[in-house]
């Protein structure tokens, strides 16, 4: 796994993200769509990293965004971690905690996720999914927040 280039914010994008970015449903919040966008740009021109996992590749079923993440990998400023022996041990720990909590159990795709978010030491895990969402009062290793695009402050 990369570790993040020096200045750079490093987001990690679990599948619902992709999905909402290309697809662009109606009844997506048009706000989280931006912020993804956004984000998408911000990553084309080196400002910032966007990492998924591998699983993504089994997500991903429309043709058009299996192509989109073939060139996608060819990006310097995106990453796709293998889902390694380590990455399913801290997954499983991660669906433990949840469960042990009463907090909702992440099913095994999201836990794989969440585990490559924080071993390839990303700084915020984004999702649509709310039950995820739910998670980050166990998990607590990554910010898992829905996309956002931060505000700049101005002073007077």
Known sequence: ?????????????????????????PSEDPTLVHALDATYNEMLVGRVEIVSCSILIT??????????LRELRKHPNF???????????LARDLRSRCRQAGVHTPKTPDA???AS???????????????LLNSGAVITEIAIRLPHVEQLKLEF
Do not use: N
């Not at 570790?3 to 619902?16: E, L, S």
């Not at 997500?59 to 989109?68: G, I, K, M, N, R």
């Not at 990453?79 to 041990?89: G, N, P, Q, R």
């Open 1 to 25: 796994m990369r570790r993040a280039r020096k200045g750079r914010t490093r987001f990690y994008w679990d599948t619902c993200c992709f999905v909402a970015l290309l697809e662009r449903k």
């Open 59 to 68: 997500e991903l079923l429309e043709p058009s965004a299996q192509q989109f």
């Open 79 to 89: 990453e796709l971690v293998e889902t390694v022996t380590a990455v399913h041990e």
């Open 112 to 114: 794989l996720h969440l």
């Open 117 to 131: 978010g924080i071993l390839s030491k990303c700084d915020e895990l984004w999702t649509l999914d709310k039950r």
